[in-house]
């Protein structure tokens, strides 16, 4: 990997690796933060230097590129070259309801995805409040909203702030969220459909290997099946 001194060449090191955890390389598997220079430095808030502004860049400014809790529930990027092959092995064609029927998906789970269904596109203070949870239920909540973005069933798409009555922005940005199959072009959820599963494993695995040949077995099969 190339040297990284700000958000293009984030992205053009993005483009050719195709994945990468969000933050540093702490599963031993890939991230580009090791080519980070002294120039990229994280919450400064500068568009340009700031891995945690890029988050919100590359959903609002790129159109190939998926950001969200997709690896060891944290954050990661995947370009949308590689999102079919991980769409096929977390999901492997498998529906919502069929998944909560099998035990893998949460009540919560569902209630969320139900409400994406509807709306489309939801920050998450309105997902709490067009689903009536409670404080009480953080917890199970947030879990929930992990583990839809680790089966491919919803996905970031971007950030919004709380409107008041007068039709005015007000307090900290909240997530938005969409279903997967709304923030691809469909093309790419038709390419995920055509794809076996093991062909789609094995695919990333060996891409994995040829970013990092000295990557755990057994993170690797955790990195790409969730």
Not at 97 to 116: M, N, P, V, W
């Amino acid at each position: 990997m190339k040297k990284i001194e700000n958000f293009h060449d984030f992205i053009t090191e993005l483009n050719q690796a195709g994945m990468t955890m969000g933050g540093e390389n702490n599963e031993g598997i890939f991230s580009l933060c090791s080519s980070f220079q002294d120039s990229v430095r994280w919450h400064t808030e500068d568009q340009e230097t700031d891995p945690w502004e890029w988050r919100m860049r590359v959903l609002n400014e790129c159109d190939d590129i998926a950001y969200g809790k997709f690896f060891f529930k944290k954050s990661g990027y995947i370009t949308k070259e590689w999102y079919p092959y991980f769409y096929a092995v977390r999901r492997n064609k498998t529906e919502l309801l069929e998944a909560y029927e099998a035990g893998t998906i949460s009540h919560y789970g569902k209630r969320i995805y139900g409400l994406l269904e509807e709306y489309k596109e939801l920050p998450l203070h309105l997902i709490k409040q067009y689903g009536d949870f409670t404080k009480e239920d953080r917890s199970r909540f947030d879990s929930a909203i992990t583990e839809l973005q680790m089966k491919f069933y919803i996905t970031m798409c971007g950030k919004a702030r709380k409107i008041s009555k007068k039709g005015e922005a007000y307090g900290w940005n909240s997530t938005v969220f969409c279903l997967t199959e709304d923030f691809f072009p469909e093309e790419v959820i038709e390419k995920a459909a055509e794809l076996k599963y093991q062909d789609a494993y094995n695919k990333i695995e060996a891409h994995i290997y040829k970013l990092n040949p000295e990557a755990n077995p057994k993170k690797v099969k955790k990195f790409i099946t969730g």
